[in-house]
Nanobody, 122 residues
Framework: QVQLVESGGGLVQAGGSLRLSCAASGRTFRLYAMGWFRQTPGKEREHVAGISWDGGRTSYAEFVKGRFTISRDNAKNTVYLQMNSLEPEDTAVYYC???????????????WGQGTQVTVSS
């Protein structure tokens, strides 16, 4: 059974950087797409980034393009989200996901982590 564990969240000042990591259990990690979503209280989850099984294709929300980078290391069963130039609007719980597609649809992802809090101060 697949389990996803996020880490790397925390408090950072605007303009700073954080690198989120997601460690995945399971023997077939390399066969699936991975993604990151985020959510704030009272709002729907937003797609942040996705990556194909081989890392060859990625997708990004418009509000993070040029600032965030998703990557994966299949040998380590880990996916990353490098977040640069963080803004207060980026404050949210960030969730790691695994599924069949790397796009923006949450329905494409079958497994979700518990999330890691990212807080960006002004």
């Amino acid at each position: 059974q697949v389990q996803l564990v996020e880490s790397g969240g925390g408090l950072v000042q605007a303009g700073g950087s954080l690198r989120l990591s997601c460690a995945a259990s399971g023997r077939t990690f390399r066969l699936y797409a991975m993604g990151w979503f985020r959510q704030t209280p009272g709002k729907e989850r937003e797609h942040v980034a996705g990556i194909s099984w081989d890392g060859g294709r990625t997708s990004y929300a418009e509000f993070v393009k040029g600032r965030f980078t998703i990557s994966r290391d299949n040998a380590k069963n880990t996916v990353y989200l490098q977040m640069n130039s963080l803004e207060p609007e980026d404050t949210a719980v960030y969730y790691c996901t695994q599924g069949l597609m790397y796009g923006s649809s949450g329905s494409a992802y079958n497994y979700w982590g518990q999330g890691t809090q990212v807080t960006v101060s002004s």
